[in-house]
């Protein structure tokens, strides 16, 4: 299957403090989603980016679909205990249209 | 309200047994996907359906089959081949057309133990 590298895998973050994670391909995407699981539950959908540059906030929540297609980011400001989970990002392969997923990246804040 | 359905939330599987679990849809997607979710693992595709009674195979497809017969269903079935049946298996759905297709929706997810 198609790989996306997510980056970090982990974070330990303080309460307030920013973070940032992004997924990486070697190929083009049409649509980058960002996606966060809790703990037995299934992902819900954050953000949606859908033009390469787009630029898209959800609250707390900002997102960018890469340039070049084959990237995208996503930033939480001021984290709160209820940001802890799991982020997945999802990309649409522009040669198929099928969906793929990063392996995500596990998110923990210390109060 | 709309949304996507799986049940049960758990399920235990005995050796030599087939198990069926079950995805409901009211939000008129098109289609519809499988995935295995294994601990500290991102998604695996193992059927999608575009369209009824027509379905495709995913990464790992061996030791499940599915069905589409209604547009709003698509069970999983875990057959005696699958040998690693454990997993949280999600299903999600999402509408086609346009040059990109709408963000799929997930169920809350189905976890299979062995007994």
């Known amino acids: 299957g198609q790989q996306l590298n997510q980056s970090p895998q982990s974070m330990f973050i303080q309460e307030g403090e920013d973070v940032s994670m992004n997924c990486t391909s070697s190929?083009?995407?049409?649509?980058w989603l960002w996606y966060k699981q809790d703990p037995g539950e299934g992902p819900v959908l954050l953000i949606a980016?859908?033009?390469?540059?787009e630029l898209t906030s959800n609250g707390r929540l900002t997102a960018q679909f890469g340039i070049t297609r084959k990237d995208s980011f996503l930033n939480i400001s001021a984290s709160i205990p209820s940001d802890v989970g799991i982020y997945f990002c999802?990309?649409?392969?522009?040669?198929?249209?099928?969906?793929?997923f990063g392996t995500g990246t596990s998110l923990t804040v210390i109060p | 309200d709309g949304g996507i359905t799986q049940s049960p939330k758990y399920l235990f599987r005995k050796e030599g047994q087939n198990v069926t679990l079950s995805c409901e849809q009211n939000?008129?997607?098109?289609?519809m996907y499988w995935y295995r979710q294994d601990p500290g693992q991102g998604l695996r595709l193992i059927y999608y359906?575009?369209?009824?009674?027509?379905?495709q195979k995913g990464d790992i497809a061996e030791g499940y089959s599915v069905s589409r017969e209604k547009k709003e269903s698509f069970p999983l079935t875990v057959t005696s081949a699958q040998k690693n049946p454990t997993a949280f298996y999600l299903c999600?759905?999402?509408?086609?057309?346009?040059?990109?297709?709408?963000?799929?929706?997930f169920g809350d997810g189905t976890r299979l133990s062995i007994l």
């Open positions: 359906s575009q369209i009824v009674n027509d379905f």
């Open positions: 980016l859908y033009k390469a540059g």
């Open positions: 999600a759905s999402n509408g086609l057309g346009g040059a990109s297709n709408q963000p799929q929706h």
């Open positions: 999802a990309g649409q392969l522009k040669t198929n249209n099928q969906f793929y």
């Open positions: 939000l008129n997607h098109d289609a």
């Open positions: 190929s083009i995407f049409n649509t």
